[in-house]
């Protein structure tokens, strides 16, 4: 592997707009830490407008800066984790946020103290256009606010009530331990988590089997203490929901993000009433691999075994383009400058962060990590990460610091807008039947892993909290149970279960931030119909989707999808994805015959 800097410089990115360099950073640091004491200086003061405003722009104008800095700083480390100056100045600037963050924490609670008419004329004070959804959001948590010292004190808290996901990532990471799977001629492979996502997509259907079981089994030895500790995460949960006047867990989870528990519901409703839908694309791979069965454990077997996309980066930058061409010249253009002014970290090289994703800070240009190599995966990661870019562009274009942010809810719609674009525009190109066999089961694997898996998960999550609220009765046999049956239903009859999957709950480190992985399934149902909506020509459909990315926080997430063209409180959006869905495997169906 190389080192960095043998990577040549046109495939880093550029983090100049960032800072200078290291001691740049350095020098701004303690520069803007010079203001904190100015912050200090409002405490017990938040009684005047004036007050008010001058204390929430320096805490603005403060705030840009570290975040500029903090982005800086771990970028500096993701690129290369082995350079120790680069830790260093990651602790460094971590350090000064967190103490920022706690000298900050009176103002939140001094103005959540102000008459409800006091924040409605803050929230209507046209000279502060910039502050308005702050004051809202304000009005809005008022009723779930507590004392300071409460406040502090469940700050203080903190530090040890969300140790269960440590626990677990502790024990995930370093302490357990698989056994070999065999393969059908009983040669053992090395199972661990980095190959286990090559050992379930074999040709070899016994270590298919072998793998999927000594996986799970490896949970199931420890199903005391990973119960145990997942519990206590349930407990920890409703008690926080509870002492801030939540009625339940996810309701506090819900309402943190604007989010809505009708969508949540809906969700639920919609997955479960169209479950024929993947039980007919099951079926359909069955016939795909020439098996007269199908099992969990043929789920991730790979239906074109030889096809691949084999594309250099310039390459596959050029493919994002041209299907990224019904969302217009600008946007074709933004990510040729992503290109040309090095937004984008291409390759791997020694002590960079493995996988990809996409960040940025406001008044610079986003960035890209990528750890590209030629192959279909690393050009689907690279339209994905650039959908991220251009979201997070296009919000801090348009908005100001406080409103340009977008909400982890819709954080993967854009991402996944640009991963289905790319299926249609290659699935219509396809040349021959392989090759659209081979984009089909791409997209039915997307939809699998973010729909029907993520709403799987998240019906476990609400029956574990909903159960837990309702009797406190809670433990691994009824969680390990209900997972199992769970699993019977969501996949069908025509599939065989292996009762080791009753663990595979815990093994999900999601499930230790609940409520999350809903808005995977969410995320993709709506760039699918945005998507679908775009490439048909829909009348508007590509203009609302700008606006909806140009709109950042201005807005609760479910209204900005609703600009969009996507209203997730209706289970008829739900139908239109899986009629999308269906009209693929009927396509399938056909090759098939043919």
Known sequence: MKKREEIEEKYKWNLTEYSKSSEACEKELADIQKKFSEIEKFENKLNSDENIYACLKLESEISQVLSRLYVYSSLKLKENAKNSKAVELSEKVGSVCVNFGTITSFIDVE???????????????????????????????????????????????????????????????????????????????????????????????????????NMNKAYGEYNNTIATNYI???????????????????????????????????LLEGVNNNLKVFHKYFDIKRRQLGQKTFALYDIYAKT???????????????????????????????????????????????????????????GVHPVVLTNYVSNCN?????????????????????????????????????????????????SNKAKTKEEKIYYYDYLLSMFRGSVFRQTMFSEFEYFAHDTYEKTSALSKDILNNFYLELNKRYFGKGVEILDEIKYEWSRIPHFYSSFYVYKYATGLISAMVIARNIF????????????????????????????????????????????????????WNKLLEN
């Not at 937004?343 to 002590?351: A, H, M, P, R, S």
């Open 111 to 213: 103005i959540g103290e102000l008459s409800n008419e006091k924040l409605k004329a803050l929230e209507n004070n046209k000279n502060y256009p910039e502050f308005r959804t702050y004051f809202k959001a304000i009005l809005r948590h008022k009723a779930h606010m507590l004392s300071k010292k409460e406040e502090k004190l469940l700050s203080q808290m903190g530090e040890f009530t969300g140790g269960f996901s440590d626990v677990f990532d502790m024990f995930d990471n370093a302490d357990v331990k698989f056994e070999d799977a065999l393969d059908s001629k009983g040669v053992p492979h090395k199972l661990t988590h980095a190959t286990y996502s090559l050992l379930v997509e074999s040709a070899d259907r016994e270590l298919r089997k072998n793998a999927i079981i």
């Open 232 to 266: 206590n995460d349930v407990k920890v949960g409703t008690f926080f929901a509870k002492i801030r006047n939540y009625p339940s867990a996810l309701s506090a989870s819900i309402y943190a993000e604007e989010a809505s528990e009708e969508v949540y519901k809906t």
């Open 304 to 362: 074109c075994e030889d096809f691949d996309i084999k594309l250099s980066y310039e390459e596959a930058l050029e493919l994002v383009k041209e299907a990224c061409k019904p969302l217009g010249e600008e946007y074709v253009s933004l990510l040729e400058r992503a290109k040309n002014e090095h937004w984008i970290d291409v390759y791997e090289n020694e002590g960079k962060d493995s996988g990809a994703f996409s960040w940025g800070a406001y």
């Open 378 to 426: 690393s050009v689907f990661t690279l339209a994905h990460e650039l959908g991220h870019c251009m979201h997070t562009y296009y919000s801090n274009t348009n908005q100001p610091y406080e409103d340009a942010g977008y909400t982890i809810f819709v954080a993967e719609v854009a991402s996944n807008v640009n991963e289905m674009l790319m299926l249609l525009y290659l």
């Open 536 to 587: 048909s020509g829909k009348e508007n459909a590509k203009e609302n989707y700008l606006k909806f990315l140009s709109l950042g926080s201005s807005l609760p997430p479910v209204e900005l999808l609703k600009i969009a063209g996507v209203n997730l409180e209706d289970k008829c959006t739900f139908d239109e994805a899986f009629a999308f869905i269906d009209g693929i495997l009927n396509d």
